[in-house]
Structure formats: C-alpha cells, structure tokens
C-alpha cells in the first residue's frame, strides 16, 4: 500500500469517527436549544399516550362485554321440549279448583317472652337467601355508583371485580366446595373448581378469567380505563354475578 492510499484510509477512519461522535453532539445541542417547546409538548405527549391506551383497553372491555351479553341471551333461550309443545296444542279440561285460603299474614308479635323467629337467630350469612338482591346483600356485594364510574373509572373496576369475588366465594361457601389452603387466595383455582364442579360454563370460566386479566391490567398500571370503559365493565360483572348466584336457588 503506498502513501496515497495509506492516507485515504486514514482520513476516511478518521470522518467516521467524527461522524460518529458528532451525531450525538448535535442531539444534545437540539434538546438543549429546544428544551422549552419540547418541555411544551411533554403534557400533549402524555395525552396521546393514555389516550392511546384508553382506547385499547375499551375494545378490550367492550368484546369480554360482548361476550357476555351472547352469554346472557344463550341461557335464555331454551328449545321448548315435546310435552311443552303438546301441552300448548291441547286444551286444558281440568276442572277448576280454588285455592285454599292463607292464613293472615302476623302484623304484629308484641312483647312476649317467646323466642324470636328462626331468622332473627341464625346469623345472616348461613341464611339461604330467597333473592338475588338477598345473596348480594349478604355476600356484601355494593356495585359502584355512576359517580364513581365517571370520576374515578379505575377504582370502579377493581370495586367491579371485588363484587365478582364476593359472589364465587360465596357460591363455594354455600356450595361447600373444597378450596386447599394454598390456593385460599387463586382465582384461577376458585374458577376451576366452580367449572369442575358444573357451577359455572367453561365459557363462563374464560369471561371471567378476562374479566380478571383486565382487572389486574388496571392494578398493575399497564393501561388507564375511560368512563365508557368502566361503564361496560360494570354493567358486564352485574351480569356475570346475577348468573353466579343463581346457582344458590339450584338444587
């Protein structure tokens, strides 16, 4: 290699370097020189960003929603069998039979020295309850108020999903189903055990096992709910735990 292309090869080492270094440089100048309109642009930014993530998450909510709904309307549409069908066809003959009479309803015990009613002695929480309104009262189940859902759509979906537990622990409660102490707090072990025990689907199983994935999405931080967000999620786990305690009135 002669000196010329010794040369060449040495200046052409020597612009990488300085390109390489100079890149850097002139970032930093630009920040530096720019600081103020990109300090600016750092709310407009974070705006964009959570707007983003809203938005994610409320497609994320409005399908689980909708699966729900497709849920809902599956468990009631029940094929009318064989004799309900020829029981609409033909006439009913039988002939009228009056009711018997009730007894008056009791309006007022008075001060007597007999014990109280059964219901006033045993506490609430072993009572079978004679409504859905009933369980939820006594599994303690509040679900969160319009206000909340649009002030805070965060903290109305942990409170959502805090009912949906209430309601499988209560199911396993009255049902008596075996939870192991290790698994005292796992959700997917309460999940598997009420579908192995035919409490819940297996598609009920999933809906909620997502309703559980986006809930922990909003604990952990990973995402930010909008109100309509939160108003589906709401609406979503009133069904699912109307359709979990129904299954204390089933023998």
Do not use: C
């Not at 974070?46 to 729900?68: C, N, P, Y």
């Not at 004799?83 to 009228?96: K, R, V």
């Not at 537990?165 to 396993?172: C, D, N, Q, T």
């Amino acid at each position: 290699m002669d000196t010329l292309e010794l040369l060449k090869v040495t200046l052409g080492f020597i612009e990488k370097i300085v390109g390489a270094v100079a890149w850097p440089g002139v970032v930093l100048a630009s920040v530096l020189l720019f600081r103020k309109e990109l300090l600016a642009l750092m709310p407009t930014l974070k705006k964009l960003k959570l707007g983003i993530l809203e938005g994610e998450f409320e497609r994320e909510v409005k399908v689980v929603e909708a699966r729900v709904v497709a849920e809902v309307i599956a468990d009631q549409v029940i094929p009318p069998t064989t004799q309900t069908a020829e029981a609409t066809t033909q006439p009913d003959t039988s002939p009228l039979v009056e009711p018997e009479p009730r007894p008056p309803p009791v309006t007022d015990l008075g001060s007597t020295d007999e014990p109280s009613p059964v219901e006033n002695e045993v506490p609430s929480a072993l009572i079978q309850p004679r409504s859905i309104h009933e369980a939820e009262k006594q599994a303690g189940i509040s679900h969160p108020a319009a206000s909340l859902i649009n002030s805070q759509p965060d903290s109305a979906i942990v409170a959502a999903w805090d009912n949906i537990e209430r309601a499988i622990l209560s199911v396993i409660s009255r049902k008596g189903l075996y939870i192991g102490e290790r698994n005292v707090y796992s959700v997917p072990v309460w999940l598997a055990t009420l579908e192995k025990e035919k409490a819940i689907t297996l598609t009920e199983k999933s809906i909620l096992e997502e309703m559980y994935f986006l809930r922990n999405k909003i604990t952990h931080n990973q995402t930010y709910a909008n109100p309509s967000a939160a108003q589906s999620y709401v609406g979503a786990s009133k069904s699912l735990i109307r359709d979990l305690l129904t299954q204390l009135f089933k023998k």
